[in-house]
């Protein structure tokens, strides 16, 4: 009866392991030698085999036959081969490219560079796998270094080429001695390193619309020539950069879009940076009771209604003296439009309509100039030196606006105020009105 055995040999001058596991053979026969591994269970040729030979062999009469890569043996006779394939030599590469060709790193990320080769034998169909290069370098050590290995780093903004070298190996079948003989080729290879700035944070973070703000951009990967933007309206001009803060000067048009502006920071060749960091473009928009501690506790301070005394502000000095009637001393601030404070100064008035009083006369718009970083001062609404207090009292409604450029903005709140003597009584009404509001 013929037994069976499958074999795989390898190549004398090849290391490599042998990812081959077959499927077992019943009843091994034949010894093993030097060249010749027989894996010696199961009885089931496999179907492939990623490298080495299988050998198919048959010990017995020799008039059974076999096709294929195989051999028959007569241990009376002696060994016949009948290999139907000749000997493979080890993995060729070709057609190898540097890998990433391009890369877009953030400040302070890592990656590796190395090489991409189309892999085939004689056996295999081909297919492309990644291997290291060697003596890697950096075209721009301010941009990004790289180790020699192909470890690269990212410094600073910018656009850097990283080269490095391959051995592309091959081999040859030599016949008909059926040696494999092996070539290298030295292949340099440069990918592209391209690295975003990072922008953390902006102060100034806030500014009001046609005001000129110098801001300080704080990040890293900051590099001369950096520009910065930041959307519609907005005209940034960089006044100093260091590798982690930018000064710059946010000029903001009278008709920019009110609310975020992303800041970017772009390097002189590179992408521009990705960080959700906003600048925001304030529009007045409403006033807000001025928490001073100690002046305004309450923020707004109370309304007045002296006989022949004295009206105080809000951080108790005389604004006037033996007056009879009303006066009122609010600490505003003007905020914007998710209710921040605006720094900014501004140009600011009080206006008034809608009479609605018995004394005969609206009160003039007050006009004044609010300097940056002040509160709205106090104004003597309606009182006049005793005793010529009023005799009668006035009705009116209170706007206010700020004008900037050729934009006048109608804030809130507005108010409906009584002052004067009404059924004998000395009245200092405010109440705050809705849109719609009428006497
Ligand atoms: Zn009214």
């Given at each position: 009866m013929a037994a069976f055995s499958v074999f795989v040999k390898r190549f004398p001058f090849q290391s490599l392991n042998i990812p081959f596991i077959p499927q077992a053979i019943k009843n091994p026969t034949m010894p093993n030698t030097k060249s010749t591994k027989y894996?010696?269970?199961?009885n089931v040729i496999p179907?492939?085999?990623?490298?080495g030979q299988i050998g198919w062999s048959m010990i017995g009469a020799d008039n059974n036959t076999m096709s294929g890569r195989s051999e028959q043996v007569n241990t009376v006779r002696g060994i016949s081969s009948t290999y139907a394939c000749y000997n493979c030599c080890p993995d060729s590469m070709t057609d190898s490219a540097p890998i990433p060709l391009f890369y877009e790193f953030d400040v302070g990320q890592q990656h590796s560079y190395g090489f991409t080769a189309e892999v085939s034998n004689c056996y295999r169909l081909p297919g492309r796998s990644q291997f290291d290069g060697y003596d890697w370098f950096s075209s721009d050590i301010t941009v990004g270094t790289i180790d020699y290995y192909g470890l690269a780093t990212a410094i600073d903004g910018g656009t850097a080429s990283m080269t490095g070298y391959f051995d592309e190996v091959s081999w040859t079948m030599i016949t008909p001695t059926a040696t494999c003989d092996r070539q290298v080729i030295t292949v340099p290879g440069t990918g592209e390193m391209q690295v975003r700035p990072r922008v953390t944070s902006i102060e100034p973070s806030r500014g009001l619309i046609g005001n000129t703000i110098r801001v300080t951009i704080n990040g890293s990967g900051f590099r001369s020539g950096a520009t910065v933007s930041a959307g519609t309206g907005i005209s940034a001009s960089v006044i100093s950069i260091t590798r982690s803060q930018i000064t710059a000067d946010f000029m903001i048009a009278t008709n920019a879009t009110g609310g975020n502006h992303r800041v970017i920071v772009s390097p002189v060749r590179g992408p521009a940076s990705i960080d959700s960091v906003n600048f925001f473009v304030q529009i007045p928009t409403s006033l807000v009771p001025f928490n001073a501690p100690n002046v305004a506790p309450n923020g707004i301070g109370p309304l007045q209604t002296p006989v022949n005394g004295n009206i105080l502000g809000?951080?108790?000095?005389?604004?006037?003296?033996n007056v009879t009637g009303v006066a009122r001393n609010y600490a505003f601030t003007l905020a914007d439009q998710e209710g921040q404070r605006i720094f900014e100064g501004f140009t600011f008035d009080e206006s008034f309509s809608d009479y609605c009083g018995t004394d005969g006369s609206l009160p003039s718009t007050f006009s004044s100039q609010v300097p940056a970083n002040r509160i709205l001062g106090d104004i003597n609404l309606r009182a006049v030196p005793y005793p010529n207090e009023l005799s009668g009292y006035d009705c009116f409604d209170q706007t206010f606006l700020v004008k900037i450029g050729n934009t006048t903005y109608t804030l809130t709140p507005k108010f409906h105020i009584e002052v004067g003597r009404k059924d004998g009584q000395l009245i200092a009404n405010r109440t705050i009105i809705q849109p719609g509001h009428t006497h």
């Open positions: 894996l010696n269970s199961g179907l492939n085999v990623e490298r809000l951080s108790g000095q005389v604004l006037a003296s």
